[in-house]
């Protein structure tokens, strides 16, 4: 029972450097999106997907990039990382694209950016 | 845009005593409603939601929750509370398909 997986669950950076955050759900769940977590502002929404080929911005997208190009993968990637980024990043999928679906979630990939 | 929010950022119970942890949300249409749970270093895990029907809604763990329209909430809440349940919990809607989070609340179980 896969789930959510997210790689790598720890990363370091230097400001200005770029990397990509992955995840893959092996649930067939047409529904993906990516959340930073950060203390006492909760979950805030960066990007999401409701399909292949399909993607959208949230809250906070600055900064982020995000592609669709398959059912099971929605990478992350800091174009340019900033010490502002530093944050817990989290990977979720539900199925269909309908809104009463709750949310599965990934571990989580913890980024510091220097 | 939909939004929720936790007025309580720590909520102390001792165990046995029942809990309630506070959401209030705001939507421009029918709200679908969502409580989670975060323990230390994981991802969050679903506990119960709201789509339509009864008011009072059971879940895992043996948590409930009570959505009320007129007073636009929808608190958390369990008859007897364990250490176990100690941890940090969020309140979601979702109305145009993204899901958006409260801050959360940090509840403390006391022996």
């Known amino acids: 029972n896969a789930g959510v997986t997210q790689t790598p669950k720890f990363q370091v950076l230097k400001t200005g450097q770029s990397m990509t955050l992955q995840c893959a759900q092996d649930m067939n769940h047409e529904y993906m999106s990516w959340y930073r977590q950060d203390p006492g502002m909760g979950l805030r929404l960066i990007h999401y997907?409701?399909?292949?080929?399909?993607?959208d911005q949230g809250e906070v997208p600055n900064g982020y990039n995000v592609s669709r190009s398959t059912t099971e993968d929605f990478p992350l990637r800091l174009l340019s990382a900033a010490p502002s980024q530093t944050s817990v990043y989290f990977c979720?999928?539900?199925?269909?694209?309908?809104?009463?679906?709750?949310?599965?979630f990934g571990e989580g990939s913890r980024l510091t950016v220097l | 845009a939909q939004s929720v929010a936790q007025p309580e950022d720590q909520v102390n119970v001792a165990e046995g005593n029942p809990l309630t942890v506070k959401c209030t949300y705001s939507?421009?249409?029918?709200?679908?409603l969502f409580w989670y749970v975060q323990y230390p270093n994981r991802g969050l895990q679903f506990l119960l939601k709201?789509?339509?029907?009864?008011?009072l809604v059971k879940g895992s763990y043996g948590f409930e929750a009570e959505f009320n329209k007129s007073q636009t909430s929808f608190h958390l809440k369990k008859p007897s509370a364990l250490v176990s349940d100690s941890a940090l919990y969020f309140c979601?809607?979702?109305?145009?398909?993204?899901?958006?989070f409260g801050a959360g609340t940090r509840l403390t179980v006391k022996p």
């Open positions: 979720a999928s539900s199925p269909g694209q309908g809104i009463t679906g709750e949310l599965f």
């Open positions: 939507v421009s249409g029918n709200p679908y």
């Open positions: 997907s409701v399909g292949a080929g399909i993607t």
């Open positions: 709201y789509i339509t029907g009864d008011n």
């Open positions: 979601a809607v979702r109305e145009f398909g993204d899901m958006r």
